[in-house]
């Protein structure tokens, strides 16, 4: 099946997740990438998307026309070349007036613009959940049929109600943290999750919702009571973020299928581990299937580092970094990914100082998957520091 993915605010990030689970992906335009898949994605374990879509194989009209009896709610996105507000609203009116013509009752979502917004859409109803109300995206000759769409409210409740939070440690948002997961590929369920650098956990809590099992270790003992903390509360508020995060009962299942698409059955407090360490020197325990983590970032900082302390912190950085991924090469089979955000410091022409560590990495025998491209610098407006994200793979 043809799927479609509008892509988030950092669209080379988007495209990287949904190759690292889907294989190849045909980024279309700026803001959307199609590819195949033989089952359904979900768009509650893309940290990178914005809404996913299915091809619709029959004319729009056709569609509509075979949905079950009952009112229709329809909403359409254009994203065809030249497509505006009229465009849309246009090709909406038209479908609205042959359907009305054929005896059913339809409402068409009002277009501000040539595209709904995930706002728009989430509002109405039109996330793919109920059949009759309808997100059709037109891309010149070809609709899609939206399956889901980003649920921003989910993850903002899951990342604002943990007990246990830092300012400090910096915010890693859970979007990001599922990105890191899924950049490590299509993993089994029973895949154990290794964060080295652990902090309050979020990476941890990701892994666990998609139903993974979850290893931290800190050197702080401090951000070791705060996960602990904060996974104890999820597996005890589980279900109930669960179907926050999804609208949708929490899915019982095989939890061993290798889908990375379905909720987690229920949890306890085996799915996680989690000790005090230092990743320099800690020897883990087995099985380590995969590392997703954000590494050491230095100092917070709100200006731009003057050339000295920029060196300073990307030494402390560095010396983390390197001594981390030399520890871990040891411990962990051949073909483990390994993905890591590293900091990037903003310099003061906009560009970034990244660590610079590529060449160290690879004679420690792993492979940088991303070493060709332009980089993965996930950043916002206003942060002076960056995360670079680094895919490895264990030779
Ligand atoms: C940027 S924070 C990670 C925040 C985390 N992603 C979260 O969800 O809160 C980096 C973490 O690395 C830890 N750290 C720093 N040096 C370390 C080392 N050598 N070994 C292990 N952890 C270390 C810090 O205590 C801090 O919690």
Redesign the pocket.
């Known amino acids: 099946m043809k799927y479609l993915a509008v892509l988030g605010r950092q669209p080379e990030i988007s495209v990287a997740e949904l190759e690292a689970l889907f294989g190849e992906v045909k980024q279309i335009t700026g803001k959307l990438a199609v590819f195949r898949a033989d089952k359904k994605p979900e768009i509650d374990r893309l940290g990178g998307s914005l809404k996913l879509a299915e091809l619709i194989e029959v004319k729009p009209l056709d569609y509509l026309r075979e949905l079950a009896e009952g009112k229709i709610t329809l909403g359409v996105s254009d994203f065809s070349r030249g497509a505006s507000k009229k465009t849309a609203t246009i090709e909406s009116l038209k479908l609205k007036k042959i359907l009305v013509r054929h005896g059913r009752s339809v409402r068409v979502v009002e277009n501000k613009d040539a595209v709904i917004s995930t706002a728009t859409s989430l509002h109405n109803g039109l996330s793919g959940k109920n059949e009759r109300k309808v997100e059709l995206i037109k891309v010149n000759d070809e609709w899609y049929k939206v399956i889901g769409v980003q649920d921003i409210d989910a993850y903002t409740k899951r990342d604002q109600a943990r007990p246990a939070r830092?300012a400090k440690?910096?915010?890693?948002p859970p979007k990001l943290?599922q990105i890191l997961i899924n950049l490590c590929g299509d993993l089994p369920r029973s895949a154990r999750i290794l964060?080295?650098?652990?902090?309050?956990?979020?990476?941890?809590q990701e892994a666990i919702l998609m139903g993974h099992q979850a290893y931290g270790?800190?050197?702080?003992e401090r951000?070791v009571e705060?996960?602990e903390k904060n996974l104890e509360w999820l597996v005890k508020s589980e279900s109930t973020l669960s179907r926050a995060a999804s609208g949708q009962p929490v899915a019982t299942g095989d939890r061993r299928s290798s889908s990375p698409c379905q909720a987690p059955d229920s949890l306890d407090k085996s799915t996680f581990q989690i000790s005090q360490?230092?990743?320099?020197t800690?020897q883990w325990t087995e099985p380590i299937d995969a590392v997703a983590?954000?590494?050491?970032?230095g100092r917070p900082m709100s200006a731009v580092p003057v050339e000295i302390k920029l060196k300073t912190e990307k030494q402390e950085c560095k010396a983390?970094m390197v001594?981390?991924l030399k520890n871990l090469a040891s411990q962990i089979k051949s073909g483990t990914p390994v993905v890591v955000a590293m900091p990037a410091w903003l310099r003061e022409d906009g560009s970034y100082s990244r660590l610079e560590i590529l060449d160290e990495i690879t004679d420690m025998g792993y492979n940088v998957y991303n070493k060709s491209r332009e980089g993965l610098l996930y950043h916002r407006e206003g942060q002076i520091v960056a995360r670079d994200l680094i895919i490895l793979r264990k030779d």
Request: charged content about 15%.
């Open positions: 830092d440690v910096g915010m890693l943290a964060d080295p650098f652990c902090g309050t956990g979020v990476v941890l270790t800190d050197i702080n951000m705060y996960s360490g230092d990743a320099t800690f983590c954000e590494g050491y970032l983390i001594g981390f």
